[in-house]
């Protein structure tokens, strides 16, 4: 059973930075391509980036381009996303997750999912 563990949420101000860790166990972590994404209240889980098993491909939705970053460390078996220039809008639950094969933007396709770490921006 492969478990995940995210760490890092709290609150900031906007235009500050924060960086979400995500700790894998049960698995092989470096098999995996992994995925941030968040839940905002009342709306569906959004996609935010993806990283390839061996961290040669990343990918982000458009409105987080420029100010995160997905990283992983398969030594640690932890992933990453570095979060800067903050928005309000950016306020959600943020989930990692896993999936065999390659990246992805597709919630469904994830198998794996951690129970999620709240990131609030105030303005």
């Known amino acids: 059973q492969v478990q995940l563990v995210e760490s890092g949420g709290g609150l900031v101000q906007a235009e500050g930075s924060l960086r979400l860790s995500c700790v894998v166990s049960?698995?092989?972590?470096?098999?995996?391509?992994m995925g941030w994404f968040r839940q905002a209240p009342g709306k569906e889980r959004e996609f935010v980036a993806t990283?390839?098993?061996?961290?040669?491909?990343?990918y982000y939705t458009d409105s987080v381009k420029g100010r995160f970053t997905i990283s992983r460390d398969n030594a640690k078996n932890t992933l990453y996303l570095r979060m800067n220039s903050l928005k309000p809008e950016d306020t959600a639950v943020y989930y990692c997750?896993?999936?065999?094969?390659?990246?992805?933007?597709?919630?469904?396709?994830?198998?794996?999912w951690g129970q999620g770490t709240q990131v609030t921006v105030s303005s």
């Open positions: 990283i390839s098993r061996s961290d040669e491909g990343t």
């Open positions: 049960g698995g092989t972590f470096s098999t995996y391509a």
């Open positions: 997750a896993v999936r065999s094969g390659g990246p992805s933007d597709a919630v469904n396709e994830y198998t794996y």
